[in-house]
């Protein structure tokens, strides 16, 4: 699957579907951004059942300012609609396989659980 491109008003729809949400926020002029944009994208490619959105911090401020987004890119991986990830910084494609497994490997009752705790 190829990544989509989210907007202010596809945002909460988007992450709240269920399953796995991987959201890159990025600038057209942030060099680390481009350098991260073709490790998300064969992410996207790789694994087709995780929706992988882009959400351009320039062009949707709305969104970059709820999410609390100060440097980019910044990646948040939610679940379910519940936000597990939340970091700065590019990743190396390795490491975005481990945290992508180690999403996917949660009991997300366990996680239910100790969020209403």
């Known amino acids: ?33 481009k350098s991260f944009a073709p490790i998300f994208q064969a992410s996207s490619e790789k694994y087709p059942e995780i929706t992988f ?29 519940i936000l597990l990830f939340s970091q700065p910084g590019a990743l ?3 490491a975005l396989d481990d945290l992508i497994a180690q999403v996917s490997a949660l009991d997300m009752e366990q996680v239910r659980k100790e969020i209403a705790e």
């Open 53 to 81: 959105a882009k959400v351009d911090t320039d062009a949707e401020q709305e969104i970059s300012a709820a999410a609390g987004i100060s440097s980019i890119p910044t990646l948040m991986i939610f679940r379910d609609g």
């Open 1 to 33: 699957m190829a990544t989509v491109d989210v907007t202010s008003a596809e945002f909460a729809g988007v992450i709240e579907k269920g399953g796995i949400v991987i959201v890159d926020f990025w600038a057209a002029w942030c060099g680390p951004c």
């Open 92 to 94: 190396p494609g390795p």
